[in-house]
């Protein structure tokens, strides 16, 4: 009998995951149709994956060539001025994704303080010349509220992104915050869209983040 023991936190967990799997049901309208803007939520299902477990991601790009997003809720233990020291700033620096982690990337919402960036959506830029955006920052003209700096990206190749969708890995849903998102705090963010997509969904809002360790 001992090779058919199974913990109840599996029952629990396998439960979950059928009702997700087979009704799916959401109080706002979730989208099937990849656009650069939005937000990728990781579905519950995924577990034990140190970059992408719970993570909300940013989609800042998507053709058929492949997709880009930056993972907007995985705070990293230093700053910006840790990184740069003649960064005068205490600003958060986020895991943005597991590809080239050596590089920093940034994401603003001040386009006329930053020259040569490049438009997402909502108001929402990527990159720019950054000489210029460490003397603003340095002038107190940028507060955390209008940028936000990742080390590394996410990235996937032709039709990875819409494979992982048919596996069920990701929840596409609207940018309800636009360009505020960038100030948005990272605490509880995933659970906070969790409940905000409602329906079956909010099963999961108070699940343990890995239920194999309970």
Not at 25 to 40: A, F, N, V, W, Y
Request: glycine share 8%; charged share 20%; aromatic share 14%.
């Amino acid at each position: 009998m001992e090779g058919f023991f199974i913990h109840l936190n599996d029952l629990i967990w396998l439960y979950f995951n059928f009702i997700l799997k087979f009704n799916r049901k959401s109080t706002i309208m979730i989208s099937e149709k990849l656009i650069k803007g939005q937000l990728l939520i990781a579905e519950p299902s995924i577990i034990g994956d140190l970059s992408f477990n719970r993570s909300v991601i940013l989609l800042a790009d998507h053709d058929k060539e492949g997709s880009v997003g930056f993972i907007i809720n995985k705070p990293l233990k230093y700053t910006i001025h840790d990184l740069l020291p003649e960064i005068n700033a205490k600003f958060k620096i986020y895991n943005g994704g597991p590809v080239e982690q050596d590089n920093l990337y940034f994401i603003h919402n001040i386009p006329d303080l930053i020259p040569n960036s490049i438009e997402i959506s909502n108001g929402i830029y990527w990159g720019g010349d950054f000489e210029s955006t460490k003397e603003l920052i340095n002038n107190g003209k940028i507060n955390k509220e209008n940028i936000r700096f990742f080390l590394g990206y996410t990235g996937w190749d032709e039709q990875q992104l819409e494979s992982e969708m048919n596996e069920n890995s990701w929840i596409i849903a609207p940018n309800s915050y636009k360009n505020k998102i960038i100030g948005k705090s990272s605490t509880h963010f995933w659970k906070e869209q969790i409940i905000e997509l409602g329906g079956d969904y909010l099963i999961w809002s108070n699940a343990p983040e890995n239920p194999y360790l309970n």
